[in-house]
């Protein structure tokens, strides 16, 4: 796909591809490196959740939590 092609198409249509591309990223998520700082910060949630400093929270809730922020 060229880029007068993603001109072309809808903004409906890239969001779209932009999710089955990332949908067909993750299959594979061996190929995306984490940083080291990314690994440090789960284990130090999991170390506050383990001493009842963090909560577990439904993905839904939380987006919906997150959205509402800007209003």
């Known amino acids: 796909m ?3 092609a993603i001109q072309q198409m809808t903004w409906d249509e890239k969001l779209r591809t ?3 591309l990332w949908d ?3 299959q594979d998520e061996s190929r995306v490196p984490s ?3 990314h690994e440090t910060e ?3 949630t999991a ?3 383990k001493a009842g400093q963090e909560r577990a929270v439904d993905w839904h809730d939380a987006k919906r939590e997150l959205l ?3 209003e």
Do not use: G, I, T, V
């Open 42 to 44: 789960l284990n130090q």
């Open 18 to 20: 932009m999710e089955e």
């Open 35 to 37: 940083q080291a700082w």
């Open 2 to 4: 060229n880029s007068l």
């Open 68 to 70: 509402n922020r800007d």
């Open 24 to 26: 067909s990223l993750r």
């Open 47 to 49: 170390e506050r959740y």
